[in-house]
């Protein structure tokens, strides 16, 4: 949000090369929380504040919530560059949701995850996108090696089949995610005998819809 002398006004795509700029200057290094939910961002709209992130701005910053905008495949691949870069380090929160992402990119991000680029994730929302089986068993892959700390993951109203929900199952059963205790998935799947099993093994609780 953007403060006017009269009232709050939503941040849009047109605010993002300025907030880049002050990020990339230490004008607001002590940011926290980035809420750029519902403001018709595109990948290039963001790339100005990636480049700020990558060079080390926002060394404070715990919760991203990009939920609503048309970010896509091409976003999370760049988010999970600057990742790896090792600039996200104090990141908590990950929203995502409604933003148009498929396997593509959440294999892109999960690949991050896995070699723990972002160790203090406790929760990543990427309900409501076009997240597949591939994607799915990217995100399992990376919950055996990197990312330790998850304890939400949000993967309702996706396209994912009992062949992604049965191999993020036996990741379950083998140890992943070790601090997981919520997670939510399709609702036709989310009744598979194999993953109810799994979750009430290590006491997560299994829903539909987590908001």
Not at 39 to 48: F, H, V
Not at 156 to 180: E, H, Q, W, Y
Request: charged share 15%.
């Amino acid at each position: 949000m953007m403060w006017s002398r009269f009232h709050w006004m939503p941040f849009a795509a047109a605010d993002a090369a300025i907030l880049g700029h002050l990020m990339a200057r230490g004008s607001v290094d002590r940011i926290a929380v980035l809420n750029l939910m519902c403001a018709s961002l595109e990948p290039g709209d963001m790339q100005p504040i990636l480049n700020a992130l990558s060079g080390g701005a926002l060394p404070r910053l715990h919760s991203l919530l990009l939920n609503g905008n048309s970010l896509g495949d091409r976003f999370c691949m760049s988010l999970a560059a600057s990742a790896r870069a090792g600039v996200l380090q104090a990141l908590r929160f990950l929203n995502m949701c409604f933003n148009g992402i498929t396997g593509k990119g959440v294999t892109a991000l999960a690949g991050a995850l896995a070699q723990g680029a972002l160790p203090r994730l406790s929760t990543l929302d990427l309900r409501c996108n076009q997240v597949d089986d591939a994607g799915v068993e990217a995100l399992a892959e990376s919950g055996k090696q990197g990312c330790r700390a998850l304890s939400k993951l949000s993967l309702a109203r996706n396209s994912i089949t009992p062949v992604g929900i049965d191999a993020l199952a036996a990741a379950l059963d083998k140890g992943a995610f070790p601090a997981l205790e919520c997670l939510s998935v399709p609702t036709p799947v989310s009744q598979l005998p194999r993953i109810k099993e799994a979750c009430e093994k290590r006491h997560i609780t299994l829903a539909d819809q987590l908001a």
